[in-house]
RNA sequence: GGGCCGCUAGCUCAUCUGGUAGAGCACCUGCCUUUUAAGCAGGUGGUGCUGGGUUCAAGUCCCGGGCGGCUCACCA
């Protein structure tokens, strides 16, 4: 990429504005100061109009310049920062000449100070009439067009920044996924689980079915990995003694992209000492509830065309139940043959599906997942795809786990976690027969992991809960790159601008 | 990866079966002292994503490439 392709942005606009800063100069104004003392955000300004207004009080605030609505002699426009939009006012009998010709220099997108007293216009608006300007930041491209603003959806995953000035939207979206993550931060501490960092770049990866990104180290010459999950860091520090503990974890796994994959995603994960996935059932459901009761005022919601109730308890539906409820078959102790008949007469491709956990994982996806609209624990899986689980506690080649759908979402994934380490052993040697046998994304063997194990970890229940398929509910977004402020794409002039 | 759709002024979009591009907003000039998608008059601004091809003539038709959206597949 040449520095034309940059200097051109913003055409005629552009330059015209460039122009602007050197006769700004010219007049002795910086049109980049260094700090401007604040008397109230605009929100306080509203709040506090009982007061200020009548009384004359003069204010300071400061802002994005968004409209200009001249009237030759005088103008209105909007000001706008972190806290809301105001309307200013100025007429040019009001100020010194200088913050006239200042003014008449100032363009839309450019920040701005303003001194100032509050009145009311013959509409009742509230609105700044200006005694003094500062220009605090000049903008050199210009902004979006002001009713349609930014649409084009490229752009604006691609310039966020402008997304975020002219899209109020956008920022509410963000405004609550950082609620959000408050909110289930603050859940945790309440009941005592401490929160803990562990390495991203990790030299085995695991705790997850995945691929991984790889990298290598330069002084260590190591291939290190991405985490794909914290799981296994947690559980040792489970082992050492942190019987409470989670991480909201950034998490990267090279695969396929689409509405609700991006390759970096956050999931929270947490573990807790003497719990079994049951206790874990209750106490996640009253995390979501809480956490939308914050955020939204009340437990229902509305994504897309759903209407979704959030209030604790949501059903409990067994995994093989819920596939004998489409197939009218219990496929609990059926081999493979059978499994494949099954799905032949529901017309299922299992064409590359390999292994019996794999296939009725695959039948399951099909036939049932997009049926759980209203929240649902599926419960008690095969052992063949749950290498990290515990057998289950009475029926033999099921663990206990659980995985809570919505909206035909997977939102959770938690089990009471496997810590016999000999079992452990076994499954993970299961996992490497599976991967020889064509499954690339089975899980290593971490034999540092199963010394863990073999220090003897309590009995503990695990979850994790997808951070960003949250968000996506709760704010009925229907794509992942709309609650993720800089979502993954592509280089904007393709493969060369990914050379050196 | 497949299918469908899109890419034209800074932004939002037009341009019918091929005849070298147009509007609104923004910007510039002038007028306008309570407007709010302010208004009125005039004006500037284009590598039509990119590279080929067909044609007297291509934004438009054909082929390759790029980026994106939706969707299916892959994938937890």
Not at 256 to 264: A, K, T
């Amino acid at each position: 990429m040449s520095d034309r392709d940059n200097t051109k942005e913003g055409g005629r606009e552009r330059d015209i504005r460039i122009e602007k800063l050197a006769r700004l100069r010219e007049m002795g104004i910086n049109p980049y100061p260094y700090r401007f003392q604040r008397t109230h955000s605009i929100e306080e300004v509203r709040k506090g109009e009982e007061t200020l207004l009548p009384e004359e009080v003069e204010i300071a605030i400061a802002g994005r310049i968004m409209s200009a609505r001249g009237h030759g002699h005088t103008s209105f426009g909007n000001i706008k920062d972190d806290t809301g939009s105001i309307q200013f006012y100025i007429k040019d009998a009001d100020v010194d000449e200088k913050t006239w010709a200042l003014y008449k220099m100032t363009d839309i997108g450019d920040i701005a100070g303003i001194w100032g007293v509050l009145f009311r216009t013959r509409t009742e608006e509230l609105t700044v009439k200006v005694r003094k300007i500062e220009l605090l930041s000049k903008a050199i491209l210009p902004l979006p067009e002001k009713y349609h603003g930014l649409q084009d959806k490229e752009l604006r995953y691609r310039r966020r920044y402008v997304d975020l000035i002219v899209n109020d939207e956008v920022m509410e979206v963000f405004r609550t996924r950082t609620l959000i993550i408050d909110t289930v931060r603050d859940y945790l501490r309440q009941h005592n689980f401490l929160e803990v960092e562990t390495p991203i770049l990790q030299p085995l990866y695991g705790g997850a079915m995945a691929r991984p990104f790889v990298t290598h180290h330069n002084t260590l010459d190591m291939t290190l990995y991405l985490r794909i999950a914290d799981e296994l860091y947690l559980k040792r520090l489970v082992v050492g003694g942190m019987e409470r503990v989670f991480e909201f974890c950034k998490d990267f796994r090279n695969e396929g992209m689409d509405r609700s994959h991006n390759p970096e995603f956050t999931m929270l994960e947490c573990y807790a000492a003497y719990w079994d996935y049951n206790d874990m059932m209750g106490f996640l459901e009253e995390m979501y509830a809480r956490v939308c009761e914050k955020v939204l005022g009340t437990t229902s919601i509305k994504y897309g065309e759903h209407e979704i109730d959030l209030a604790p308890p949501w059903k409990r539906l067994t995994f093989f139940r819920s596939l004998e409820e489409k197939t009218g078959v219990d496929l609990t102790v059926a081999d493979v043959a059978e499994i494949e008949k099954v799905a032949k007469k529901h017309n299922i491709d299992i064409g590359g599906v390999t292994g019996r956990g794999a296939l009725l994982d695959e039948l399951f996806s099909e036939l049932v997942e997009p049926g759980l609209i209203q929240p649902t624990f599926i419960t008690d899986h095969p052992v063949e795809i749950s290498p990290l689980a515990k057998m289950h506690r009475s029926t033999e080649g099921l663990v206990e786990r659980f995985e809570p759908y919505i909206a035909g979402f997977e939102v959770a994934n938690a089990f009471t976690e496997l810590n016999d380490p000999i079992d452990q052993r076994a499954r993970f040697e299961d996992q490497v027969r599976m991967r020889k046998e064509g499954a690339d994304d089975m899980h290593p063997i971490d034999e540092d992991y199963l010394r863990a194990l073999e220090h003897g970890m309590p009995p503990t229940g695990g979850l994790g809960v997808g951070i960003d398929r949250m968000v996506m509910l709760l704010t009925d977004s229907s794509s992942i790159r709309d609650v993720i402020l800089f979502p993954q794409m592509r280089p904007e002039h393709g493969r060369e601008a990914d050379k050196d």
